[in-house]
């Protein structure tokens, strides 16, 4: 089980942080990606982070505003958003890849990951 905190109501401009933990398991051997999904759209890969912390960024442009992290020791990870918009509004969720064997799949497709997180809800309003 994959446990979700953080998001909430941002003010645009500002930074969040959401992370994801595990329950009866350690994160630490499986790739983590984090997806969003807004209202009336699919849900998309935004970026995921290895088993020893390569990253990789499934949208571009969302690279320089979007950054995922990793902390094996307090089996924790992150995705720090900075600058949001009101265009991120959405639940965001953290998923295992776990037949992945710690790599990050090629494919941003949701059906390459097999465990996910409860879904945070991040809405960007003024």
């Known amino acids: 089980q994959l446990v979700q905190s953080g998001g909430g109501l941002v003010v645009p401009g500002d930074p969040l942080t959401v992370s994801c933990s595990s329950f009866?398991?350690?994160?630490?051997?499986?790739?983590i990606g984090w997806f969003r999904q807004a209202p009336g759209k699919e849900r998309e890969g935004v970026s995921c982070?290895?088993?020893?912390?390569?990253?990789?960024y499934y949208i571009d442009s969302l690279k320089g505003r979007f950054t995922v992290s990793r902390l094996n020791n307090d089996n924790l990870v992150y995705l720090i958003v900075n600058s949001l918009k009101s265009e991120d509004t959405a639940v965001y969720y953290c998923a295992a890849a776990r037949s992945w064997g710690g790599r990050c799949p090629d494919s941003a497709h949701p059906s390459e990951y097999d465990l996910w997180g409860q879904g945070t809800q991040v809405t960007v309003s003024s």
């Open positions: 982070i290895s088993s020893n912390s390569d990253r990789t």
């Open positions: 009866g398991f350690n994160l630490n051997r499986f790739a």
